[in-house]
């Protein structure tokens, strides 16, 4: 249908009027209405004809795939219309193993495989371990890639599925975790997992403390802790494996403690009697900081589980150790922070930003600047978690003038920006401080400065729903969501 409907368009003229159109534009002259009508027929034609295309050589090669005197058509389906990539698990399972061309087929294209992975290449893996002797070029490929991500999914599937051939393909476990210049390491995720499901597998005597020392000597933030502890509700067996992580925690514990990325606040909090108390004083020290009615900040959680607990451990001594006042207090929550005291500064536990533009809020004399900032974002760009350091301020704006609050918003206004949020007496308290001095504001030249700022140097507090008056529509989020 598609294909009558394109040979129609020709000849009613839609090649040689686009020639004509071609031609017009390299004229500067303006193209006639009739032009622009056929070249508009032909994007639509063409937006019909590509995607029907590739559904008939997914079709085509789903009917030839698996019969044998059909070699020649369904390798070049493969080869100009589609990729292994469009194979289905039975397909590619049956391509390797029951064709005599599907092996040579994917070892042509080892490199795409490499570049494109997913739950597709275990058969490969499967058919490999099967028949070692034939496909020892590809075991060589999988065994030596540089690409870590590749070695590491291959390791991965024979520690779990044929842990028996493990040591007969790789015939040293921790210099693969580097690559061939051994400068460069595997991922820290995937070293910690290999080394969970080698404490899980008949390897463990000959390689688990081995992979265990590698962490700790490669990786002073890791995933180890969280693995052996963090054991999902309604696995099988869940309080089995518990008890053996708990076991394997208690004979490293002040190590795991130390060095773990996402894990020490609960290790703190049901693990402690494991751990020495000379380094559980000095971390309870620091998270002492945050208590709200005498019990620690379920913010926290949100911090730690999002790998910033290091990041905030660092702040607070940094950040302290400046300060000429060493106080630290809970000041407020809003709907998307926490505040604490910090000495001379305040430390914001970011749980989410209603912005997720790149670049979340504009350094203007009108915005108090953050000393430091560290946020992560899911796969979209949303803000899950974060941390803001910002100078402390005690003078309320609560009594400055309805007029200066006006000017306030038109000079955001002339700099570019649109605020939209209140900026005092909102839901959740206030959005705005005012400066010790309008000399402390953002700026390079605070004596050039408005003279009705120099008299109330009102500053916005909450770095966030401020947007470029150009952007018609920020990215901006409507509701929570998690």
């Given at each position: 249908?598609?294909?009558?409907?394109?040979?129609?368009?020709?000849?009613?003229?839609?090649?040689?009027?686009?020639?004509?159109?071609?031609?017009?534009?390299k004229?500067?002259?303006?193209?006639?209405?009739?032009?622009?009508?056929?070249?508009?027929?032909?994007?639509?034609?063409?937006?019909?004809?590509?995607?029907?295309?590739?559904?008939?050589?997914?079709?085509?090669?789903?009917?030839?795939?698996?019969?044998?005197?059909?070699?020649?058509?369904?390798?070049?389906?493969?080869?100009?219309?589609?990729s292994?990539?469009?194979?289905?698990?039975?397909?590619?399972?049956?391509m390797?193993?029951e064709?005599?061309?599907?092996?040579?087929?994917?070892?042509?294209?080892?490199?795409?495989?490499?570049?494109?992975?997913?739950?597709?290449?275990?058969?490969?893996?499967e058919?490999?371990?099967?028949?070692?002797?034939?496909?020892?070029?590809?075991?060589s490929?999988?065994?030596?890639?540089?690409?870590?991500h590749?070695?590491?999914?291959f390791?991965?599937?024979?520690?779990?599925?044929q842990?028996?051939?493990?040591?007969?393909?790789?015939?040293?476990?921790?210099?693969?975790?580097?690559?061939?210049t051994?400068?460069?390491?595997?991922?820290?995720?995937?070293?910690?997992?290999?080394?969970?499901?080698?404490?899980?597998?008949?390897?463990?005597?000959?390689?688990?403390?081995?992979?265990?020392?590698?962490?700790?000597?490669n990786?002073?933030?890791n995933?180890?802790?969280?693995?052996?502890?963090?054991?999902?509700?309604?696995?099988?067996n869940?309080?089995?494996?518990?008890?053996?992580?708990?076991?394997?925690?208690?004979?490293?514990?002040?190590?795991?403690?130390?060095?773990?990325?996402?894990?020490?606040?609960?290790?703190?909090i049901?693990?402690?009697?494991?751990?020495?108390?000379?380094?559980?004083?000095s971390?309870?020290?620091i998270?002492?900081?945050?208590?709200k009615?005498?019990?620690?900040?379920d913010a926290?959680?949100?911090?730690?589980?999002?790998?910033?607990?290091?990041?905030?451990?660092?702040?607070?001594?940094?950040?302290?150790?400046?300060?000429?006042?060493?106080?630290?207090?809970?000041i407020?929550?809003?709907?998307?922070?926490?505040?604490?005291?910090l000495?001379?500064?305040?430390?914001?536990?970011?749980?989410?930003?209603?912005?997720?533009?790149?670049?979340?809020?504009?350094?203007?004399?009108?915005?108090?600047k953050?000393?430091e900032?560290?946020?992560?974002?899911?796969?979209?760009?949303?803000?899950?978690a974060?941390?803001?350091?910002?100078?402390?301020?005690?003078?309320?704006?609560?009594e400055?003038?309805?007029?200066?609050l006006?000017?306030?918003?038109?000079?955001?206004?002339?700099?570019?920006?649109?605020?939209?949020?209140?900026?005092?007496?909102?839901?959740?308290g206030?959005?705005?401080?005012?400066?010790?001095?309008?000399?402390?504001?953002d700026?390079?030249?605070?004596?050039?400065l408005?003279?009705?700022?120099?008299?109330?140097?009102i500053?916005?507090?909450?770095?966030?729903l401020?947007f470029?008056?150009?952007?018609?529509?920020?990215?901006?989020?409507?509701?929570?969501?998690?």
């Open positions: 249908m598609y294909k009558a409907c394109y040979n129609t368009a020709i000849k009613k003229g839609v090649e040689k009027d686009s020639m004509k159109q071609v031609e017009s534009e004229n500067g002259t303006v193209p006639n209405q009739k032009s622009v009508k056929f070249i508009t027929k032909k994007k639509m034609l063409q937006s019909i004809k590509e995607p029907f295309e590739d559904f008939l050589h997914k079709a085509c090669f789903n009917l030839m795939y698996n019969h044998q005197l059909l070699k020649k058509p369904t390798l070049f389906f493969l080869e100009q219309k589609l292994y990539q469009h194979s289905t698990s039975e397909q590619l399972k049956y390797l193993f064709t005599t061309w599907g092996y040579d087929y994917l070892w042509k294209h080892k490199e795409e495989i490499a570049d494109q992975t997913n739950t597709k290449i275990e058969i490969i893996f058919y490999l371990v099967q028949y070692p002797i034939k496909s020892a070029e590809f075991i490929f999988f065994k030596q890639s540089n690409n870590l590749i070695r590491y999914l390791m991965n599937y024979l520690i779990n599925h842990p028996q051939k493990f040591n007969q393909i790789f015939d040293d476990l921790i210099k693969y975790l580097k690559d061939n051994q400068n460069q390491l595997m991922d820290m995720d995937e070293v910690c997992l290999l080394a969970i499901h080698i404490l899980k597998s008949p390897l463990k005597d000959v390689y688990w403390n081995k992979i265990k020392t590698f962490i700790f000597a990786y002073p933030e995933t180890l802790a969280s693995l052996l502890l963090d054991v999902p509700f309604g696995i099988k869940r309080e089995e494996e518990l008890n053996k992580g708990k076991e394997e925690f208690q004979k490293d514990a002040d190590r795991l403690f130390t060095t773990s990325i996402d894990f020490r606040f609960f290790l703190l049901d693990y402690s009697e494991y751990i020495s108390k000379n380094i559980l004083e971390y309870r020290k998270l002492n900081s945050f208590q009615d005498q019990r620690y900040d926290l959680i949100n911090i730690y589980i999002h790998r910033l607990g290091r990041k905030l451990e660092e702040y607070v001594e940094k950040y302290l150790s400046l300060s000429q006042s060493k106080d630290t207090y809970f407020a929550e809003g709907t998307t922070s926490t505040c604490y005291r000495g001379d500064y305040v430390i914001k536990l970011i749980n989410y930003k209603w912005s997720y533009e790149k670049i979340i809020c504009p350094n203007l004399y009108l915005i108090i953050n000393l900032e560290e946020y992560i974002r899911d796969s979209i760009g949303l803000v899950r974060g941390l803001e350091i910002q100078p402390f301020l005690k003078r309320s704006a609560k400055v003038p309805s007029e200066i006006s000017k306030f918003q038109m000079e955001l206004n002339r700099l570019g920006y649109r605020h939209y949020d209140t900026l005092i007496k909102g839901k959740t206030d959005n705005c401080l005012l400066l010790d001095s309008y000399q402390d504001a700026d390079p030249n605070p004596e050039l408005p003279e009705w700022f120099k008299e109330y140097p500053v916005l507090v909450d770095r966030d401020i470029p008056l150009e952007k018609k529509h920020p990215k901006r989020q409507r509701k929570i969501t998690y």
